[in-house]
């Protein structure tokens, strides 16, 4: 069961559209103000490392680091500079504000469809939160509704159910572990496809 603490943070991005020095600058002030005016309490970081207590700003991430940087308990706040489209998982899932650059769009809603939602509820309500997808037992279950729920006709893809993951409050790992898990579902399922069409017909 999923029982992790409910972290209200203050997120924004910069645009990676903005020179990068730029956006620096445009952080580190969104930070002081979240940090009572102490540098000391500002964490910048290119990578993800373990900071003290205060604002983390993060430079340039891929989604999985930015995955990883959700995870630090003593972030007070969020704020990533050079952000682009392969964040969308996280933009979605949070509408972090943007302070520079141009907009990264993202759907209305995290996960169109209700039956999607619905089903990563269940899989909130009954995976253990200390491990995520890691447990076998955790990960067969959500890899058997995932399937399930293809064979019934749902679509959905990797990022949606990431920024579904995020939404409902999962791990920051395992919301990245989630995403793993539909890109090799996907992959699965191209191949099985694949293999179909080139079959010879008697």
Known sequence: MMIEEV??????????????????????GWALARAQGQWAGVNLSVGTVRVVPGPVVICTPDLKSLAEAEEIRQATAIVVVGAHPGLKAWISAFRPERLAGAVIPVPDRVVDDPDVWAAMETFTDLINSGTGLTHPCDRSLV???????????????PDELMAAAFRLNWRGTAAWDLRVLASELDAGERSRRSRAATAPTS
Not at 143 to 157: I, K, P, Q, S, V
């Open 7 to 28: 972290r209200q943070l203050d997120r924004a991005y910069v645009a990676s559209s903005v020179r990068l020095a730029d956006g620096v600058v445009a952080a580190l």
């Open 143 to 157: 890899t058997d509704g995932l399937l399930e729920l293809r064979r019934a006709g749902h679509t959905f893809d």
